[in-house]
């Protein structure tokens, strides 16, 4: 049972450009979510984050939209450098709003964005 | 503190045999966790440590599997009887509290053959 998904697997984008990454969950009870970055042979970085009582969170070139009626996510970089070519997951937790942090991640399978000079 | 550290960053062991990796948080960090990628997925949740408490272990984590985290610092995993399945990268992470994403280390990339 996959409750989070990214259904493009790889995305191609110009140097400057908007790259636009997507994520569908279905599990209702999710109320944080995350996008990491992934380089080869490193492990994933935090990005961004949104909780869901947001539906806007920006932070630099990154902005992450949430649209909790279609339990939709995405992610916008702009302008794309050829140095955020990289594995981009989302992930999502239904723990946040208890306050006691989000422990367990749900994780999606993965967006590899090449970002072309 | 240079972040979290995972030793070894490569396993290769034949069917059957035990393994154990370790993970080093970032030093003020109370919470570590456990996940497994395999080529293709995101990252898969096997358990986590608030302190030295084991708070939630996935299904995944089956009897073969343990994790432990002594006095709150370091934490191991062993595999016990490795099967070609486990085959994985084996990613542990820690955080203070919530709110921001956690730091991963860089993995342990464990092959059964």
């Known amino acids: 049972d996959q409750q989070v998904k990214q259904n493009s697997p790889s995305l191609s984008v110009q140097e400057g450009r908007i790259s636009i990454l997507n994520c569908d969950y279905t599990n209702s009870m999710f109320d944080y979510f995350l996008w990491y970055k992934k380089y080869p042979a490193e492990g994933p970085t935090f990005l961004i984050s949104?909780?869901?009582?947001?539906d806007k969170n920006e932070d630099g070139r990154f902005t992450v939209f949430l649209n909790k009626s279609a339990k939709h996510l995405s992610l916008h970089i702009v302008p794309s450098q050829p140095g955020d070519s990289a594995v981009y997951f989302c992930?999502?937790?239904?723990?946040f709003g208890g306050g006691t942090s989000y422990g367990k991640l749900t994780f999606g399978q993965g967006t590899i964005l090449t970002v072309h000079p | 503190d240079t972040g979290v550290s995972q030793d070894p960053r490569h396993k290769i062991t034949k069917r059957g045999q035990n393994v154990t990796f370790r993970c080093d948080p970032i030093s003020e960090h109370n919470r570590l966790y456990w996940y497994r990628q395999t080529l293709g997925q995101g990252p898969e949740f096997l358990t986590y440590?608030?302190?030295?408490?084991?708070l939630e272990k996935s299904r995944l984590l089956s009897d073969r599997f343990s994790a432990e985290r002594p006095k709150g610092s370091f934490s191991t995993l062993e595999i016990q009887r490795t099967e070609q399945g486990d085959s994985a990268m084996y990613l542990c992470a820690s955080s203070w509290g919530g709110g921001a994403g956690y730091t991963f280390g860089s993995g342990t990339r464990l092959t059964v053959v």
């Open positions: 992930a999502a937790s239904d723990r």
């Open positions: 440590f608030q302190n030295e408490a084991q």
């Open positions: 949104i909780s869901s009582i947001k």
